[in-house]
């Protein structure tokens, strides 16, 4: 049976800044180094419009960064959009962590399961609040909510209206403007 070596989060940083991974599109998932999907032209078009339109609606409210790392405490995912608290000179020196998290957005086509799946548990493991997934081939958003022991307790799927975030619910975001 093989056992796989876990990274932490300094080796992980270690292995940035020696320019180890350089050139390669990774991230940090529970303490392995994973291969990140080749971003389609509708993946990158979709996570970047959706950046711009929640940049729009929180303004003066929170910072809104587009495929940035997140340092969570055995992973450095990198969500399409992740939603935190201002101000944005914050993250100067390192990346934002829980507490400072509103909530995050993955776009999926190739990586459906994986978000699903992986990043769920992963997301719900660090407590953030709220996660979503705006699933490109059936137009809909997937929103979890709630974690409790390492997964999300409530979870439903929206292909029209609009949604009112846990931590801004005077902001009304358009499932059509985020999926379409």
């Known amino acids: 049976m093989k056992t796989l070596a876990k990274w932490s989060i300094d080796d992980y ?5 020696a320019g180890i991974l350089q050139g390669r599109h990774v991230e940090l998932l ?3 180094i994973v291969e990140m999907s ?3 032209p509708i993946h990158y078009t979709t996570a970047k419009r959706g950046a711009k339109y929640l940049e729009e609606l929180l303004s003066g409210k929170a910072d809104v960064r587009f495929n940035g790392p997140i340092t969570l405490a055995d992973s450095e995912p990198e ?3 992740a939603i935190v608290r201002l101000p944005e000179s914050t993250y100067r ?3 934002p962590a829980p507490p400072d998290i509103f909530w995050v957005v ?3 086509q190739t990586s459906l399961k994986k978000d699903l799946e ?3 548990a992963i997301y719900a493991m660090a407590e953030i609040l709220e996660y979503w997934v705006l699933d490109l081939s059936t137009k809909q958003v997937i929103v979890f909510r709630n974690p409790q022991a390492g997964r999300y307790v409530e979870e ?3 292909g029209e209206g609009v949604i009112a975030p846990l931590s801004f619910e005077n902001v009304l975001v358009s499932v059509k403007r985020l999926v379409s």
């Open 30 to 32: 529970a303490g392995e």
């Open 156 to 158: 439903f799927t929206m």
């Open 79 to 81: 969500p399409d959009i």
């Open 106 to 108: 993955e776009v999926a």
């Open 38 to 40: 080749p971003e389609t």
């Open 118 to 120: 992986i990043k769920s």
């Open 93 to 95: 020196d390192r990346h």
């Open 13 to 17: 940083h270690r292995m940035v800044e």
